[in-house]
């Protein structure tokens, strides 16, 4: 079954506008979770995580347990920020071996 | 300090044909994970090990063995190579040093014909 829920395939914002890249979950109990960014012809990278409560490059994410939803926004979308990202649970971060990603969000701003 | 290190780049075999996808990392990770990412399908666990000598299966683990002799290297073997192993495969690994943050290899591009 579908842990890890990221409606959207595809995303297209112009550049200044709010972007929100949805993530919905199904896990029990507490994950913790993951927001991974792949730009064009660069490895996958940690953007944020929900423990930290940091903003990485404008980019916040809140865990609403009531909504089982940790969503990716920031208020306005830079050209930079096209790239493909990956919200990623992981059920039991006392391993912390692997993580099991969603589908992924292509984020693509136009100027 | 190369960080995760994956060989080769790039690889075309045919049906039936066995091969071994490297990944090796200096930064003394315990976990490391094998990841093969497909249009549509984001990416998907294959197998994964929480230090030498320990390996599990992910959530598409057929047609793939791996091993973990050395806390370094985690090789990935295709065993009979099938098209639908077509893909493009990442090898990452994670520490509780980094808070599990995982750090990933640039990625091998495995073609199939």
Redesign the interface.
């Known amino acids: 079954a579908q842990r890890v829920t990221q409606p959207e395939k595809l995303l297209s914002v112009f550049k200044g506008a709010p972007v929100e890249l949805k993530c919905n979950y199904s896990y029990s109990g507490s994950p913790e979770l993951f927001w991974y960014v792949q730009y064009s012809r660069q490895r996958l990278q940690l953007l944020l995580r929900h423990i930290s409560r940091e903003s990485i490059k404008g980019f916040t994410a809140d865990l609403n347990k009531g909504e089982t939803s940790f969503h990716l926004k920031k208020p306005f979308a830079q050209e930079e920020d096209s790239a493909m990202y990956y919200c990623a649970p992981n059920e039991n971060s006392n391993s912390g071996y692997a993580l099991n990603f969603g589908k992924g969000t292509s984020l693509l701003v136009t100027p | 300090n190369a960080g995760v290190t994956q060989t080769p780049k790039f690889q075309v075999l045919k049906t039936g044909q066995s091969m071994t996808l490297q990944c090796a990392q200096d930064m003394n990770h315990e ?1 490391m ?1 094998w ?1 093969r990412q497909d249009p ?6 294959i197998h ?3 230090g030498a000598g320990i390996t599990d299966q ?2 598409v683990p057929n047609g793939y063995n791996v091993s973990r002799s050395t806390t370094e290297d985690f090789p990935l073997r295709l065993l009979s190579a099938a098209p639908s192993q077509t893909s493009v495969y ?1 090898c ?1 690994s ?3 040093a980094t ?4 750090y ?4 091998t591009r495995l073609t199939v014909t």
């Open positions: 976990y994970s990841y549509g399908m984001g990416l998907r666990l994964y090990s929480v992910g959530e990442f990452a994670s520490s509780t808070s599990y943050e995982q990933f290899g640039p990625g």
